[in-house]
C-alpha cells in the first residue's frame, strides 16, 4: 500500500494536541485466529524493531506531547513483542508523552504470551490492567477457534499476572461459536469467574469478511443463529450480574468500580489519539486512520510524513448521533432531550419495546440491546 499525505495533513501537520486518550496498536500475533479481523500480522524476523521505532517516532513526531488519562495498547497481541522490544517501546514512549495523570494504563494479552518477565517490566512501566483472551475453556471449542493456548495455559497466567501485582483483569469470552453449547457457555463463564478477575467482556461471535470463518459460512459450513445467539447473551448477563458483576455495556460486565475508563471515554464520545498502524484518532471534528499495513507505516513515519490511510471531517451531527448510538448501548443510557430532533424514530423504537425510561434517562431495554447495531445504524 502506498502512502501519501492528505492534503488535510500537510494544511494540519499534527492536529493531535489535547486527546486524554491514548490507543496504541501492535498487530503481532503467534497464531492468525480464523474468525478475528483487526489488523494483524505474525511476527516474522525483521518486522518488529522497525514497527516499535516507528511508533515512538510517530509519538515523537505527531503526538504533541499527549498527556493521557487512559492508555489502551491493544492489537494483535501487545505481548507477542520480545521483553526487549517493549523495553525499547516503552522507554521510547516515556520519552515523547507524558504518563503523569494517567491512570488507567490497559495493555492486551494472548494467554500463550504471558511471562513472570513482562509481566514485571510492564508493572515497571506503569501498566496497570491486563485484558487477556481466553474465549473459551472448552478444547473443542479452542480449537476451532484456532487459539494457541489451552486452558490450563490461561489458569497459569492468571496467576502470573495476580503474581506480579496486578489488580485490574480482564478476560475476553466469545460466544455463538459454531456448535457451541448452551451448557459449553456457562461452563465457560463459570470457569471465568471462578477465577475472580475484576471485568469480564462476553462478545458475541462476529463473522467479518475476509476472515476464514466468513468464508466458512459463505459456503455454508457455519450458520450464524440471531435466536440462539440472544439465548446465550441473556445467560450470559444473567449469570454475570449473580456473580457480581454488572453489565455497563452490552458485550461489558464488571465488578463496581471496575468498568473499563478508556473503553467508557471512546463510547462518551472523548477525543483519543492512536498510534500505530491501522489506528483510529478522533480530535474535534477530524477523523483518521493510520495505514493498516506494517511496512507502509513504517515508511511514512520514517520519511517524517503521517501514516495516514484517510482523513475525514466530521459533521458535528454524525458526532452527536454516533454519541447517542453509543450511550445508549450503556446502562446507564443517555439524557433523553438529546433524543428530542429524533422524536419519530424514538417513538417507533418505544412502541417495540427496545427503547425504556431509567430514572432520568432513557436506555435501550434487554430486548432492544439484542438489535443495538440494527438501532444504531438507523441513528446514525
Ligand atoms: C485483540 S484480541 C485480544 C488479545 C489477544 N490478541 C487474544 O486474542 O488473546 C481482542 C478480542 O476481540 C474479540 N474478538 C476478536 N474477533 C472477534 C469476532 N470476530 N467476534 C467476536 N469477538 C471477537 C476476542 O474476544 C479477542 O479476545
Ligand atoms: S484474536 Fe487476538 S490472537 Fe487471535 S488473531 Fe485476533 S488479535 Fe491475534
Known amino acids: ?18 486527546a486524554k486518550h491514548l490507543y496504541i496498536h501492535i498487530p503481532f500475533c503467534l497464531q492468525i485466529c480464523p474468525y478475528c479481523s483487526f489488523y494483524k500480522d505474525i511476527a516474522g524476523p525483521g518486522k518488529a524493531d522497525p514497527l516499535v521505532e516507528a511508533i515512538i517516532r510517530e509519538a515523537e513526531l505527531f503526538g504533541n506531547r499527549c498527556a493521557p488519562h487512559t492508555v489502551f495498547i491493544g492489537g494483535g497481541t501487545p505481548t507477542a513483542l520480545s521483553v526487549t522490544q517493549l523495553e525499547r517501546l516503552f522507554a521510547g514512549l516515556q520519552r515523547h508523552l507524558d504518563f503523569t495523570d494517567t491512570d488507567e494504563f490497559t495493555i492486551e494479552m494472548n494467554p500463550a504470551t504471558v511471562t513472570a518477565r513482562k509481566a514485571e517490566l510492564l508493572r515497571g512501566f506503569g501498566v496497570n490492567r491486563v485484558s487477556m483472551g481466553v474465549q473459551s475453556w472448552d478444547p473443542h471449542l479452542l480449537k476451532l477457534l484456532g487459539r494457541v493456548h489451552d486452558a490450563d495455559q490461561v489458569r497459569r497466567s492468571f496467576a502470573i499476572l495476580r503474581e506480579a501485582g496486578f489488580d485490574n483483569l480482564n478476560l475476553d469470552l466469545i460466544y455463538g461459536v459454531p456448535g457451541q453449547s448452551l451448557a459449553q457457555w456457562e461452563d465457560s463463564i463459570r470457569q471465568t469467574v471462578g477465577l475472580g478477575p475484576e ?24 450458520r450464524e443463529d440471531v435466536e440462539s445467539d440472544a439465548g446465550f447473551f ?30 467508557l471515554a471512546y463510547w462518551e464520545g472523548a477525543d483519543y489519539l492512536g498510534l500505530g498502524p491501522s489506528a483510529w484518532s478522533t480530535i474535534g ?12 507505516y513504517v515508511q511514512a513515519v520514517q520519511a517524517g510524513v503521517r501514516p495516514l490511510r484517510n482523513e475525514e ?17 450503556m446502562n446507564a443510557g443517555i439524557d433523553p432531550a438529546r433524543l428530542a430532533e429524533r422524536h419519530e424514530l424514538i417513538s417507533g423504537l418505544r412502541e417495540e419495546g427496545l427503547l425504556e425510561d431509567h430514572g432520568p434517562r432513557v436506555r435501550l431495554t434487554p430486548r432492544g440491546r439484542l438489535l443495538a447495531d440494527e438501532i444504531a445504524a438507523e441513528l446514525i
Not at 441473556?234 to 473499563?260: D, F, K, T, W
Open 1 to 18: 500500500m502506498r502512502v501519501e499525505a492528505s492534503p488535510l495533513a500537510t494544511r494540519h501537520p499534527s492536529p493531535a494536541t489535547g
Open 285 to 296: 471534528e477530524r477523523r483518521w486512520q493510520n495505514a493498516p499495513d506494517t511496512a507502509a
Open 199 to 222: 471485568h469480564i467482556s462476553a462478545y458475541c461471535l462476529t463473522y467479518e469478511e475476509d476472515t476464514e470463518y466468513f468464508e466458512r459460512m459463505t459456503r455454508g459450513e457455519f
Open 313 to 329: 471531517i466530521l459533521p458535528a451531527a454524525t458526532r452527536e448521533a454516533e454519541k447517542i448510538a453509543f450511550g445508549l448501548r
Open 234 to 263: 441473556e445467560r450470559g448477563v444473567e449469570m454475570l450480574s449473580a456473580a457480581g458483576y454488572g453489565q455497563y455495556e452490552i458485550s461489558n460486565h464488571a465488578r463496581p468500580g471496575r468498568e473499563c475508563r478508556h473503553n
